[in-house]
């Protein structure tokens, strides 16, 4: 019992996920016309690459037959710090400056990577004209290397300041790491004091089912006594040791007491006389005289064990047209939460069901499923065909004894109509994952995960006609589509990206679906998102 205490304390300490050890990616965007310097600048951080807290990446490192414009563009989205060498021939050349400078700006504007300008020979780079004239450059004063007489000295200052910048980014990552397990062992702790609370109550049950079988047996006791007496004065001269007689003789046990309680329950009769029926030699009749009294045993009925019906509770949905309406609560393995909600014929209803292990099924006026993917599913979308009540059915997969979920509803009218296209049925069934990204106004989210194959998580978030949202998408060979509230690519740089930028057009829910490419049977990504509404339009 005390192992199952502990099992269920909500001082349990929870397992910490390890600090990860990875090192520090540095990205190195420079022209081929200062191989030299970029050379010196890699020597002098040789100590913190041996050291394993960071990994250089250049374009010398591309291995042969492998197409460079991608591999490129996947170790600078990927990077935690680009090294931006400036000189007159890196702004002269178009890829370095148009391509490169643009994603690498980018993600220094949304917080995903660390931009580094080192300022290598002279050239006019300090106007507005220059993304990169906003940021802090290396070295001191923005003196050009190539200008120092000792140009080691100056090496060593850019080193020195990129190691602070390591550092400050290790500490960062540790602190969200402790942070996530904070909020991880905030999240588990009141489950395990439901579990122990819930396990106190059962225990509890099965000590006053104890203490009333004890009872019974008690009274059953002090009971059996007072019948052996009624039997006796019913049967006149018949007398106790007669009667014990007369049941062994008729059967042994059970069969010998059913008789004894059977002729207490008769009415007074002439006392009976034992006949020669049973024929016994003195000898047998003297071993089988009964010489103790037989004790009855009480049998206690078991407790019948409840079955497991089904509950389904009703509750009315008040929603206006055009917004929106947020549902949570928490089931168990046999409830059902039936929400039900008024609805006119031509009206748009958009119905997500966030958390694993719950599903929903919408019903129409008819009480029967509406057309379409409606029965167990976690987001639905599409025109009410009648007028009268619906209702969103949640209920728990089978399996899980308690399960979480918030239900986000909306209903509009002002929503143009789009032709759904047929989803085609791949060979191997893709197994698709959905989860509410719960991001406020100018903040960011970065979610992390695993993808197999046939696998996509669809990310689904809530956005203002004419807020800004950005989302890059960093690991290898995953990338995301953008789908609108009607369910299509935002635009045509929407499908198949890892980086996209861009305003809102409509109100309503949209999902980033992250997807592996084809060929790999494993693949790791990060996904950072951020939702401003306050950039120029």
Not at 334 to 357: C, F, K, M, P, R
Not at 395 to 420: A, C, E, F, I, Q
């Amino acid at each position: 019992m005390e192992e199952d205490y502990n099992r269920f304390s909500p001082t349990q300490v929870l397992p910490e996920k390890q600090v990860s050890e990875d090192p520090i990616k540095i990205f190195y965007s420079y022209s081929r016309k200062d191989l030299d310097m970029r050379n010196a600048l890699e020597d002098h951080l040789s100590t913190l690459r041996e050291a394993g807290k960071i990994s250089t990446w250049h374009d010398l490192q591309l291995e042969a037959g492998t197409e460079w414009e991608p591999a490129i563009l996947h170790k600078l989205d990927t990077a935690d710090i680009i090294l931006l060498l400036i000189s007159s021939g890196f702004i002269a050349s178009k890829y370095c400056y148009g391509t490169e400078l643009k994603r690498a700006i980018a993600r220094h504007d949304t917080g995903t990577a660390r931009v580094i300008p080192i300022i290598l020979r002279d050239c006019d780079w300090n106007h507005p004209y220059v993304p990169f004239s906003k940021l802090n450059v290396l070295p001191t004063h923005a003196n050009p290397i190539a200008s120092w007489a000792n140009q080691d000295e100056a090496f060593a200052i850019v080193a020195k300041r990129i190691r602070e910048t390591v550092d400050q980014l290790n500490a960062q990552r540790l602190a969200e790491q402790k942070a996530e397990e904070r909020r991880r062992q905030k999240l588990l702790a009141p489950r395990a004091v439901e579990q122990k609370a819930e396990w106190e109550r059962l225990q509890r049950e099965q000590q006053r089912r104890a203490e009333e079988e004890k009872q019974q047996q008690e009274l059953d006791r002090q009971q059996r006594p007072k019948r052996l007496r009624k039997v006796e004065q019913r049967q006149g001269s018949l007398t106790r040791r007669q009667v014990l007689q007369w049941a062994t003789l008729a059967g042994v046990g059970v069969v010998g007491v059913t008789i004894v309680s059977q002729l207490g329950n008769q009415s007074p009769q002439p006392s009976p006389s034992l006949t020669t029926d049973t024929s016994l030699s003195p000898s047998q009749t003297q071993s089988q005289s009964p010489r103790h009294t037989p004790s009855l045993t009480a049998s206690v009925s078991p407790t019948p064990k409840p079955t497991n019906e089904p509950v389904v509770y009703s509750q009315n949905l008040d929603i206006d047209p055009d917004t929106k309406v947020k549902k949570t609560g928490t089931l168990r393995a046999n409830e059902t939460v039936s929400y039900i909600l008024s609805g006119d014929q031509g009206q748009q209803l958009n119905a997500v069901i966030a958390d694993a292990g719950v599903l929903m099924t919408l019903l129409g006026p008819n009480r029967q499923p509406l057309s379409g993917q409606s029965n167990r599913v976690a987001i639905w979308q599409g025109t009410l065909p009648y007028t009268g009540s619906y209702s969103i059915q949640v209920s728990p997969v089978k399996g899980l004894d308690k399960s979480d979920y918030r239900l986000d509803v909306s209903l509009s009218t002002n929503l143009p109509k789009v032709s759904p296209t047929p989803t085609p049925k791949p060979t191997n069934e893709p197994v698709v994952y959905s989860q509410y990204l719960d991001i406020d106004p100018d903040t960011k989210v970065k979610k992390t995960g695993t993808l197999r194959a046939n696998e996509t998580v669809s990310y689904i978030l809530s956005g203002d006609q004419g807020q800004q949202l950005n989302a890059v998408i960093a690991g290898e060979g995953v990338l995301m589509t953008l789908l609108g509230p009607n369910r299509q690519p935002l635009s045509d740089q929407s499908n198949r990206v890892s980086l996209w930028q861009g305003t809102l057009p409509y109100t309503g829910s949209y999902s980033i679906q992250v997807s592996p490419v084809k060929g790999l049977d494993k693949s790791d990504y990060r996904l950072d998102v951020s939702l401003s509404t306050n950039l120029p339009k």
